[in-house]
């Protein structure tokens, strides 16, 4: 069974920066679109940013031009650089994979990583 851990979470003040990375324990992620999604206290999760096998990337509006999500297929590690960050962007973030349309078609989830950002 695949297992997705997070990791790179913690205590930041507003402005700083913090670099999430997800680990899977097989090599899936070459074959997989990737995420990084977040789930604030009283919210709905929410997706952060997602990458495609081919590299494209998505991101919320919220994030755009302050995360950066990237991935090494090698490591089967996908990482998102978190910038300039604000109080509102505190949450527990958790990596994805997903793959839907072609065979073996599988959704894992890691456990998640807290994020908070306060002064």
């Known amino acids: 069974q695949v297992q997705l851990v997070e990791s790179g979470g913690g205590l930041v003040r507003p402005g700083g920066s913090l670099r999430l990375s997800c680990a899977a324990s097989?090599?899936?992620?070459?074959?997989?679109?990737m995420g990084w999604y977040r789930q604030a206290p009283g919210k709905q999760r929410e997706l952060v940013a997602t990458?495609?096998?081919?590299?494209?990337?998505n991101y919320a509006d919220s994030v755009k031009g302050r995360f950066t999500i990237s991935r090494d297929n090698a490591k089967n590690t996908i990482y998102l650089q978190m910038n300039n960050l604000r109080p509102e962007d505190t949450a527990v973030y958790y990596c994805?994979?997903?793959?839907?349309?072609?065979?073996?078609?599988?959704?894992?989830w890691g456990q998640g990583t807290q994020v908070t950002v306060s002064s």
């Open positions: 994805n994979a997903d793959r839907r349309i072609f065979a073996p078609k599988y959704t894992y």
């Open positions: 097989l090599n899936i992620f070459s074959m997989s679109t």
């Open positions: 990458i495609s096998t081919g590299g494209t990337t």
